[in-house]
């Protein structure tokens, strides 16, 4: 039988950033794959040399739009730590809920990408219209629906009144019931079994190969999560559970997603009910000690990783960040392989890429 190669990307309905495949099929089946990325890349660690360390809280905001919150978390964190300053528990705790409502906002818009892809509306137009709920808290309390701004050196910019905790409540409560039926939705939906199920399969040996992490590492066996396992903000006073499954297709990454966003909405409530009182940030002066340090966050996608280093000025003399999706994407060959093309959405979808960050 005669092979063909098949493109996909740069620009595609089936990509919503830029990203290019070469597929090589044999009849309706997968045979290679190839791809290439750099369409969205900014420069933005040799940018952040040229700014003030203030300054680069806006410029790391912009690496991701999904979860923006996070990668300034991370970014503050390591910053502080150069610093030696001591965030207030108000602060830390407001910086928490921020990146548990950010992680249930990208789990929600993961799981309508890839029903959308499959061709189940229903579960889309569900997930999109659970998924305003959080970006109208989210809006409500930074101002913002996509980028926040929330983050600072030294802890938080916006604090929490009584009206907005109240509006939280009643919007956790209705976005729980809405996630179940969700989960209930996609445990009984025949059709999306069947296009999900033994579709993408990576084993936990192949995670451990290509340093897999996040939900698609714990889809297939990975028992790991930062928040848990070296906990920053105030993860160590909350109670939480790490899902965990073996499938390893993209079923489990689905229901890992949903059950994951369960546990965020528990943490959610926690913090509603323990933040404490004083104040959300301290003062942080501009010049940073000569010095360099790790700073490691649980984002959506899994683990991100900042490294900076210092000379003494107002600039990062360095400034290397490390994100989830690259290890993502470099998978995907091996998940394609074998395929039936009418599968490749699904796998791509599952993958839960972010080309922006990954090319920064």
Same mark, same amino acid.
């Given at each position: 039988?005669? @092979? ?20 090589? *099929? ?35 905001? @912009? ?5 923006? =919150? ?12 150069? %610093?030696?300053? +001591? ?20 789990? $929600? ?20 219209? /659970?998924?305003?709920?959080? *970006? ?10 996509? !980028? =926040? ?20 409540? +009643?919007? $956790? ?32 040996? /192949? ?36 899902? %965990? ?13 949903? %059950?994951? &966003? ?33 700073? @490691?966050? +649980? ?10 280093? !210092? ?20 998978? *995907? ?9 009418? /599968? ?6 599952? &993958? ?7 090319? @920064?």
């Amino acid at each position: 039988m005669s @092979r063909m190669v098949i493109p996909i990307g740069p620009q595609h309905p089936l990509l919503k950033e830029p990203l290019s495949f070469l597929l090589t *099929l044999e009849g309706e089946t997968v045979m290679d794959s190839s791809m290439r990325l750099g369409y969205v890349h900014r420069g933005i660690e040799k940018l952040a040399e040229q700014r003030t360390y203030v300054q680069n809280v806006v410029l790391t905001e @912009r690496i991701c739009g999904i979860c923006s =919150h996070i990668h300034t978390t991370t970014y503050c964190q390591a910053v502080e730590s150069l %610093l030696g300053l +001591e965030v207030p528990q108000r602060g830390l705790y407001i910086r928490t809920l921020m990146c548990e409502l950010e992680r249930i906002h990208s789990h $929600l818009l993961w799981m309508g990408v890839l029903a959308k892809n499959i061709g189940l509306d229903t579960i889309f137009m569900y997930t999109w219209r /659970d998924r305003e709920i959080i *970006l109208n808290v989210m809006e409500e309390i930074s101002g913002g629906r996509v !980028s =926040h701004a929330v983050n600072t050196i030294g802890g938080v910019r916006n604090d929490l009144t009584k009206d907005q905790m109240n509006m939280l409540k +009643e919007s $956790l409560a209705l976005l729980r019931k809405r996630v179940e039926e969700l989960l209930r939705s996609i445990e009984k939906e025949r059709s999306f079994k069947i296009r999900t199920q033994k579709v993408g399969y990576l084993s936990l040996d /192949d995670i451990k190969r290509y340093c897999v992490v996040g939900p698609v590492a714990r889809a297939s066996g990975m028992d790991i999560d930062l928040r848990r396992d070296a906990p920053y903000a105030v993860y160590d006073q909350l109670d939480f559970e790490v899902p %965990l499954m073996f499938e390893g297709d993209v079923w489990a990454r689905s229901k890992i997603r949903v %059950l994951e &966003a369960v546990q965020s909405i528990h943490i959610c409530e926690q913090i509603i009910n323990a933040i404490p009182q004083g104040p959300v940030s301290v003062k942080a002066p501009r010049r940073v000690p000569a010095g360099e340090v790790v700073s @490691r966050s +649980e984002a959506p996608r899994g683990e991100v990783v900042y490294y900076v280093r !210092s000379d003494g000025s107002q600039n990062p003399m360095r400034l290397k960040v490390r994100t989830p999706t690259l290890t993502n994407l470099v998978t *995907l060959p091996k998940q394609l392989k074998g395929l039936q093309m009418a /599968d490749v959405s699904v796998v791509i979808a599952g &993958a839960d890429l972010c080309i922006a960050c990954g090319d @920064r």
